[in-house]
């Protein structure tokens, strides 16, 4: 045998690209930068050495998000897109022994559990989407490892309790990495840095590929105490941060308002779509993030005519728990109303259901 076995079973990430004019199907930003910050971008990267190597585990990235968050330089991981920090996570703290995350969540963790051999425990999320935690509670005190949790969480889009968190946090203190993955945290205006601060063992994961809109740059970070980001960083691929993303993430890590304002927007937006899909007798979730989760009798065909109209959403409805479900991400005031008006034409339609 060539491969081993745990990488022949797994199936691969789950998803196909589709063109589409509207494209609501992966929680991206609208729109990419204005063309005056882009090339102002641009220009500064003009500057930067090509053949030289980047700073060894992108330091002055981490300064620059240190200053930022007012956390230790020291306390900072950077590499590229978060999704590599939970692979770096789960060789930190869980080769030969245990992944602890909830169902439905963010596919990566259980993949990264598989591909790199730790016992994998997925417990279910209570129908209404809360913490199992009596559940959580059994299995996190029987092993060691580390836990992954989204929150504010996907693909369901709601926040988990703070009181919540705050007891499985008592439970894991000994023997658990503890990963809260913030990668939407901008559209809950939710922090986990005082829990951070106040937990060795604790880790914020952060992206620019959500509320910075910056999916292409490929950058993720992660804040812990300096104790534990010291370990992480052995464990990201020494120069893999390119000079080039450095660069661009710093210039970018200074647009606050510009990102406020646009996650501002994009709230807004959130509610007043979440409104419009009440409003046409659809079973939508709530959601701090910036996508809605709904349900619709038929999904498959919801899913493929939308798409025949040039709108891109996502399905959901393979998920257990997530029966009929589909995603989609908000967008421009424009985008959601071509990806509103579409969707009442295909539930008017007489073929439907
Ligand atoms: C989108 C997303 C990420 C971001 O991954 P990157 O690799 O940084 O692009 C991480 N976690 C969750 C839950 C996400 O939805």
Not at 4 to 16: C, D, Q, V
Not at 38 to 44: G, I, M, P, R, V
Not at 171 to 200: C, M, R
Request: net charge neutral; proline share 6%; aromatic share 8%.
């Amino acid at each position: 045998m060539l491969v081993r076995e745990e990488i022949l079973r797994l199936p691969g990430y789950a998803y196909t690209g589709y063109e589409a004019e509207v494209k609501l199907d992966q929680n991206e930003a609208a729109e990419d930068l204005p063309p005056t910050l882009k090339s102002a971008l641009f220009d500064k990267l003009q500057t930067v050495p090509l053949h030289r190597y980047p700073d060894l585990d992108a330091k002055r990235l981490r300064r620059s998000i240190a200053a930022h968050f007012k956390w230790p330089e020291n306390g900072v991981v950077v590499s590229g897109g978060s999704n590599t920090l939970i692979r770096c996570l789960t060789i930190a703290g869980a080769i030969g022994r245990s992944v602890v995350s909830v169902k439905p969540t963010f596919p990566i963790y259980s993949d990264q559990a598989r591909v790199l051999g730790a016992q994998l425990f997925e417990v279910p999320l209570k129908p209404d989407f809360s913490l199992p935690l009596d559940e959580l509670r059994v299995t996190l005190e029987q092993h060691a490892g580390v836990i992954f949790l989204a929150n504010p969480a996907a693909p369901t889009g709601n926040k988990f309790s703070q009181g919540q968190l705050e007891e499985l946090l008592q439970v894991t203190s000994k023997n658990w990495i503890f990963v809260i993955d913030e990668a939407y945290h901008q559209f809950a205006g939710t922090s986990a840095l005082p829990l951070v601060a106040q937990y060795p063992h604790v880790v914020s994961l952060r992206t620019f590929s959500k509320a910075y809109g910056l999916g292409g740059l490929r950058i993720g970070f992660a804040l812990a105490q300096p104790e534990l980001a010291t370990e992480i960083r052995k464990v990201v691929m020494p120069f893999s941060v390119s000079s080039l993303q450095v660069m661009a993430a710093e210039t970018v890590l200074e647009l606050d308002d510009f990102f406020k304002k646009r996650v501002a927007t994009t709230i807004s937006e959130r509610e007043r779509v979440s409104e419009a899909l009440k409003g046409l007798n659809l079973r939508t979730y709530p959601s701090v993030t910036n996508f809605i989760l709904f349900s619709v009798p038929n999904p498959a065909y919801v899913f493929e005519t939308l798409l025949t109209k040039g709108v891109l959403i996502r399905r959901q409805d393979h998920i257990k728990g997530l029966e009929g479900a589909l995603r989609v991400t908000i967008g421009s005031k424009d985008q959601n109303n071509r990806f509103l008006e579409s969707l009442r034409i295909v539930l008017g339609e007489e073929s439907y259901g």
